[in-house]
């Protein structure tokens, strides 16, 4: 019997290269018939390792689930941007690979990121999400996020809806 290790950290500069193979999966599975082919392309391209490895050594706050040697997933997170909205942080960005997805690994993800965020007195948090992207919107429900803004985003000739969901501390 073998034990496999899972475990949350921060991202370090030689996860660059894992990362962006991680973002490339988790994007093309999430987006797939949502993004248009040509432009999810583009958004895909444009945060190879180099992207990531900046990101990394500027000191973005990016958390990685790791599964045994595997980076199965991350969170991208800091500061609200949306300065209209009252809650003091965001996650930019959470995905896992498909094979690690529903078995758990987002909610834990997902509480990392916002106890890392409560630490630094970034207690209440907002989380966008594309309307038509069922898995994120059904996962972020299911965390107890409450729909408490609308927008709207072009991804080349379409117009998507996207709901921002709201946690107070």
Same mark, same amino acid.
């Given at each position: ?14 996860d660059?290269?894992?990362? +962006? ?15 248009p082919?040509?432009e ?14 900046? +990101?990394?050594? @500027?000191g973005?706050r990016?958390?990685l689930?790791?599964?045994?040697d @595997?980076?199965?997933?991350y +969170?991208?997170?800091? !500061?609200?941007?949306?300065r ?7 996650i ?21 990121? !916002?106890?890392d ?26 965390l107890?996020?409450k +729909?408490?803004?609308?927008?709207s985003e072009k ?15």
């Amino acid at each position: 019997m073998s034990t496999v290790l899972i475990e949350i950290r921060r991202a370090k500069g030689n996860d660059a290269a894992a990362v +962006a193979e991680c973002h490339d999966e988790a994007w093309r599975t999430a987006y797939q018939g949502i993004i248009p082919g040509t432009e999810l392309e583009k958004l895909i391209s444009r945060r190879g390792p180099a992207w990531w490895d900046s +990101a990394i050594r @500027k000191g973005s706050r990016i958390a990685l689930l790791q599964f045994g040697d @595997k980076i199965a997933g991350y +969170a991208n997170y800091g !500061r609200n941007r949306a300065r209209s909205l009252y809650y003091d942080g965001e996650i930019y960005e959470l995905y896992l690979r498909p094979e690690f997805q529903g078995l758990g690994f987002g909610r834990r993800l997902f509480t990392a990121a !916002r106890r890392d965020l409560a630490q630094s007195a970034l207690r209440s948090l907002i989380v966008w999400a594309l309307s038509e992207n069922e898995n994120a919107v059904e996962f972020y429900r299911a965390l107890g996020g409450k +729909a408490v803004a609308r927008s709207s985003e072009k991804f080349g000739t379409r117009v998507l809806d996207k709901v921002a969901f709201g946690w107070q501390s």
